[in-house]
C-alpha cells in the first residue's frame, strides 16, 4: 500500500521495515537459557509448542526510535506496543518519560476518549509539567472523566500501566479541564524497569471447526441441562469411537456446549448461577484434525441432539431446535492463544530485524 501511495503521489522516501515474527529456534534457545517467564495466566511452553506457534515479540519504542535515527522516513512495524508507537517520536526528542508515555496511552485507541465518541483521532501536546488532549474532530470533547477513565481500559491496573522499558504510574496525576472540549494531565511518572522485557504472543492451529446452533424451551429440559449434556457426551463419544474410531482417538476431537441464557457469557464465573431462564441457545462447536471430520461429527451430533432422549419422557421427543438448515455451519481453522510470556532480550534490539528501503 505504502508503495502504490508513492507511485500516485510521485513520492520518494526511506521506509523502515521491523520485523516483530520471531523463529522458533531463537525462542527454544531463549527458554533453554531461562530468559523466558510466565505471565498469568500462561499455557504450558515446550520445544513442541513452540514449533507448531507463530510467535510474535511486541516492540517497545527502541526499534522504532533506532529507525528513525537511522534515517527512515517511514516505518512499517509489526506487533508493538500500542503506546510505543505514538511515545517513540517525544521521546526522541527529550519530553519527560511519563508524560509522553501517558499522553501515547491516551491517543493510541483514537477517539475513545471522546464525549461522544467520533471517528476521529486525538491531538497531544507534551510540554515541560502536562501534556494536554483534544479531539481532532471540533464538535468532539474529551472530559477529565473520559481521559482518566482511559486508563482502566486493557488494564489490570488502572494506575500502573507495564510497557517493555518500565512502568506508566498514573497514581498521583491529575487531570483538569482547560476548555470545554480539552484536558490538561499532569503528575504522571515513568519508572524505569530493572530489566527490558519483550511479551511474546503466539497462535497455535488447534484444528477445524464446524458448529451448531439451537435452542430449547422445555422448561423441564433446561432444568435437567447439566445432566442431559453429560448423558448425550457420553453416548457422542461411544458412536464416534464406532463411526470414526479408525482415524480418531477420544483426545483428537472436542465437543463444546455454550449455553446462551445461563452463564453462557461469564461461564464459570458467572455470579448469579441459580437464575432459571425459559429458554435458552446452545452453541455446539466441533474441533477436530480436518474440516471434513469436524463436519462428519456434527452431522451426527445436530442429529442426536435434536432428539435427546430425557427422564420422564417416553418415546421419541424433539428437544433442540435449529434457525438453519443444514445446522451445520463450516468454521474452517481455529487457533489457540500458546504463548503469554515475556522474553528478557540481551538488548531492547536484539529480537526485531529492520530493513532499510528506497522508495
Not at 129 to 156: C, G, K, M, Q, W
Request: hydrophobic share 40%; charged share 25%; with cysteine.
Amino acid at each position: 500500500i505504502a508503495r502504490e501511495i508513492a507511485r500516485e503521489e510521485d513520492l520518494h522516501f526511506r521506509m523502515a521495515l521491523i520485523h516483530s515474527s520471531q523463529s522458533a529456534g531463537f525462542i527454544k534457545r531463549s527458554l533453554a537459557e531461562g530468559r523466558i517467564r510466565p505471565l498469568s495466566p500462561a499455557p504450558p511452553l515446550d520445544d513442541e509448542i513452540i514449533e507448531a506457534s507463530h510467535i510474535v515479540g511486541m516492540m517497545g519504542a527502541e526499534p522504532l526510535s533506532a529507525a528513525i535515527d537511522a534515517g527512515a522516513d517511514v516505518l512499517l512495524a509489526g506487533r508493538a506496543s500500542d503506546a510505543a508507537i505514538y511515545a517513540c517520536v517525544p521521546l526522541l526528542m527529550g519530553a519527560d518519560p511519563g508524560l509522553s508515555w501517558h499522553a501515547a496511552k491516551t491517543i493510541e485507541c483514537g477517539s475513545a476518549c471522546c464525549v461522544p465518541p467520533r471517528p476521529d483521532g486525538l491531538i497531544a501536546y507534551i510540554r515541560k509539567d502536562h501534556f494536554e488532549i483534544e479531539p481532532l474532530d471540533r464538535e468532539a470533547a474529551v472530559t477529565p472523566v473520559s481521559i482518566a477513565a482511559h486508563t482502566l481500559y486493557e488494564n489490570a491496573n488502572p494506575y500502573l500501566l507495564t510497557e517493555p522499558s518500565g512502568v506508566i504510574d498514573t497514581e498521583r496525576s491529575d487531570y483538569a479541564a482547560t476548555s470545554p472540549r480539552s484536558v490538561r494531565v499532569s503528575g504522571t511518572r515513568f519508572r524505569p524497569a530493572a530489566t527490558h522485557t519483550i511479551k511474546l504472543e503466539g497462535a497455535q492451529l488447534v484444528g477445524y471447526q464446524t458448529v451448531i446452533v439451537g435452542g430449547m424451551r422445555d422448561p423441564n429440559l433446561i432444568g435437567m441441562i447439566d445432566e442431559l449434556l453429560a448423558a448425550a457426551s457420553r453416548r457422542f463419544d461411544e458412536r464416534i469411537a464406532d463411526l470414526f474410531g479408525d482415524v480418531l482417538k477420544p483426545g483428537d476431537y472436542e465437543i463444546r456446549f455454550r449455553l446462551y441464557g445461563r452463564n453462557g457469557v461469564m461461564g464459570d464465573l458467572e455470579p448469579e448461577r441459580e437464575a432459571r431462564p425459559h429458554e435458552i441457545g446452545i452453541l455446539i462447536a466441533i474441533t477436530a484434525p480436518t474440516q471434513e471430520l469436524a463436519t462428519g461429527i456434527a452431522k451426527f451430533v445436530s442429529h442426536r441432539s435434536a432428539h435427546l432422549p430425557a427422564p420422564g419422557y417416553d418415546g421419541l421427543i424433539s428437544s433442540l431446535a435449529y434457525p438453519f438448515s443444514p445446522p451445520e455451519i463450516e468454521r474452517g481453522a481455529v487457533y489457540r492463544f500458546s504463548l503469554n510470556h515475556v522474553l528478557v532480550p540481551r538488548d531492547p534490539l536484539e529480537m526485531f530485524r529492520t530493513d532499510m528501503v528506497e522508495v
